[in-house]
């Protein structure tokens, strides 16, 4: 007999799931049971619309397999796209349990370079692009437990480590994925009355995103571990949306071929109180001697 599996029978919705990551979540996800409607706006790397529907292509895919799929094509950037979305879940399954957010793209510049309209495109995306799904599956989340059908729900978000360490050359998505982690602590703290858990991941895996931006360290092996391929990704965020995490929420987790990392975050280092007001030469003379018994931050992700 058969081990059971995993999300056996759980509704889970994955955003970006047309290629890279989000397709080998969705598949993984699947392969446990889960019944998916897989999201995918469908545009090229620098966020223009394409002419394929890579959501259709995957939610074909999983049935092809014997699962249970269905596409949604929206802007989940938007209100209407973000409740179509949730709304999609609830008509085709009757039910919501899993929420992954992971949807994005690239719009690389130096600081001095980068202009307005591709820092607000990546914002938007990737920071509001976890927003507005998250607050449509929490307004569900929250009536139902309020019609004493708490939920065992889960959403999983998806960072970086440029969020965590910054990356030269971008700006903007290190802002962006910042701030979805700070998004992640806020929302799992809000949401746990309604039966909710919040997580993120920061992964590193070849995608459309990386393998460019990063080639050399992307790069398939010959032979081997392929430690950059992104299924490597998938188990960890296949369980965290499952009922098998229950306890662990408004955690962040670096995860990269055969690693996974609890990232521990900022916390206090070296202190000293004066008691009183600092001047500005006593301030900076503190200052040096608290970083020379601090630890030295880690190199900014992804230099180049």
Same mark, same amino acid.
């Given at each position: 007999?058969?081990?059971?599996?995993?999300?056996?029978?759980?509704?889970?919705?994955?955003?970006?799931?047309?290629?890279?990551?989000?397709?080998?979540?969705?598949?993984?996800?699947?392969?446990?049971?889960?019944?998916?409607?897989?999201?995918?706006?469908?545009?090229?790397?620098?966020?223009?619309?394409?002419?394929?529907?890579?959501?259709?292509?995957?939610?074909?895919?999983?049935?092809?397999?014997? !699962?249970?799929?269905?596409?949604?094509? #929206?802007?989940?950037?938007?209100?209407?796209?973000?409740?179509?979305?949730?709304?999609?879940?609830?008509?085709?399954?009757?039910?919501?349990?899993?929420?992954?957010?992971?949807?994005?793209?690239?719009?690389?510049?130096?600081?001095?370079?980068? !202009?307005?309209?591709?820092?607000?495109?990546?914002?938007?995306?990737?920071?509001?692009?976890?927003?507005?799904?998250?607050?449509?599956?929490?307004?569900?989340?929250?009536?139902?437990?309020?019609? #004493?059908?708490?939920?065992?729900?889960?959403?999983?978000?998806?960072?970086?480590?440029?969020?965590?360490?910054?990356?030269?050359?971008?700006?903007?998505?290190?802002?962006?994925?910042?701030?979805?982690?700070?998004?992640?602590?806020?929302?799992?703290?809000?949401?746990?009355?309604?039966?909710?858990?919040?997580?993120?991941?920061?992964?590193?895996?070849?995608?459309?995103?990386?393998?460019? *931006?990063?080639?050399?360290?992307?790069?398939?092996?010959?032979? #081997?571990?392929?430690?950059?391929?992104? !299924?490597? /990704?998938?188990?960890?965020? /296949?369980?965290?949306?499952?009922?098998?995490?229950?306890?662990?929420?408004?955690?962040?987790?670096?995860?990269? #071929?055969?690693?996974?990392?609890?990232?521990?975050?900022?916390?206090?280092?070296?202190?000293?109180?004066?008691? *009183?007001?600092?001047?500005?030469?006593?301030?900076?003379?503190?200052?040096?001697?608290?970083?020379?018994?601090?630890?030295?931050?880690?190199?900014?992700?992804?230099?180049?």
């Amino acid at each position: 007999m058969s081990a059971p599996r995993l999300c056996e029978g759980r509704v889970v919705i994955v955003t970006g799931a047309g290629r890279g990551l989000g397709r080998a979540h969705a598949l993984a996800y699947a392969a446990e049971g889960a019944r998916l409607v897989v999201n995918d706006l469908g545009v090229g790397l620098d966020g223009t619309p394409a002419a394929d529907s890579p959501a259709r292509q995957v939610a074909e895919e999983i049935r092809a397999a014997g !699962g249970e799929a269905v596409a949604h094509g #929206g802007d989940i950037a938007t209100t209407e796209g973000a409740a179509s979305l949730v709304r999609t879940a609830l008509e085709t399954y009757g039910r919501l349990d899993t929420l992954v957010n992971n949807a994005g793209f690239l719009r690389d510049r130096m600081l001095v370079n980068l !202009g307005e309209d591709d820092w607000d495109a990546v914002m938007r995306v990737h920071l509001k692009g976890h927003f507005l799904p998250f607050r449509q599956a929490a307004a569900h989340w929250r009536a139902e437990a309020g019609a #004493g059908r708490v939920p065992d729900a889960r959403v999983v978000n998806t960072s970086s480590g440029a969020g965590l360490l910054g990356s030269v050359g971008q700006g903007n998505y290190s802002a962006a994925k910042a701030g979805i982690v700070a998004l992640t602590l806020v929302a799992a703290a809000e949401t746990a009355r309604y039966g909710v858990q919040v997580n993120a991941i920061a992964p590193a895996a070849r995608t459309r995103m990386t393998e460019r *931006a990063f080639a050399d360290a992307m790069a398939a092996p010959a032979d #081997g571990f392929d430690a950059m391929d992104p !299924g490597n /990704v998938s188990p960890l965020v /296949v369980w965290l949306g499952s009922a098998a995490s229950a306890g662990v929420t408004g955690r962040v987790f670096e995860t990269e #071929g055969g690693r996974i990392t609890v990232m521990e975050g900022w916390r206090p280092g070296p202190s000293a109180d004066k008691g *009183a007001r600092w001047t500005p030469a006593e301030a900076g003379e503190t200052a040096r001697g608290l970083l020379a018994r601090a630890d030295t931050p880690g190199a900014v992700y992804g230099a180049r």
